[in-house]
């Protein structure tokens, strides 16, 4: 945090002399101490997100392909008559164990093509879905949304 902080300063700034940088040391310093006294901030915490990026960044190429796949599978519905569409409400667990997973979970599934989260439960740990065919949604303990967002909250 403390590298971005500094970073962030150095870019607002044109000229790099070395009272600027004492400068944008001095209140990169105060601002570390302000986070920590506001928000909890620690190192240990910053460290373990940083950890998390490349995982992130893998669940983020995931999704971007499910949207493309879902939106693939959606056109095909629409423009084929024979398989009828089939509006649908599913209720299940997730098997998340932080909020933010189930965050998480329900905006990728509303992200997706053909689904919209319509209501999240986390004292049931309960997600309700709307999809336009039940085929459309993959909601197994072994799902891969589910299984990379398992990956981030440990």
Same mark, same amino acid.
């Given at each position: ?54 995982? %992130?960044?893998?669940? +983020?190429?995931?999704? $971007?392909?499910?949207?493309?796949? /879902? @939106?693939?599978?959606? !056109? ?15 209720? %299940?667990?997730?098997? +998340?164990?932080?909020? $933010?997973?189930?965050?998480?979970? /329900? @905006?990728?599934?509303? !992200? ?43």
């Amino acid at each position: 945090m403390y590298i971005l902080i500094f970073t962030i300063w150095l870019i607002l700034n044109d000229h790099y002399t070395v009272e600027v940088c004492l400068l944008g040391l001095a209140l990169t310093i105060l601002l570390g101490g302000l986070l920590y006294v506001l928000f909890g901030y620690t190192v240990k915490k910053d460290l373990r997100i940083l950890r998390k990026v490349p995982l %992130f960044a893998g669940y +983020l190429a995931v999704l $971007f392909v499910e949207i493309i796949k /879902a @939106n693939v599978k959606v !056109l095909s519905c629409i423009l084929n008559w024979r398989h009828p569409l089939s509006p649908t409400i599913v209720v %299940f667990h997730s098997g +998340l164990r932080t909020s $933010f997973g189930r965050f998480v979970l /329900a @905006n990728s599934i509303t !992200l997706t093509p053909g689904t919209i989260t319509v209501e999240v439960d986390d004292e049931k740990d309960l997600l309700t879905v709307h999809c336009i065919r039940r085929e459309l949604l993959d909601i197994s303990e072994d799902a891969l949304f589910i299984r990379l967002i398992r990956r981030l909250e440990a």
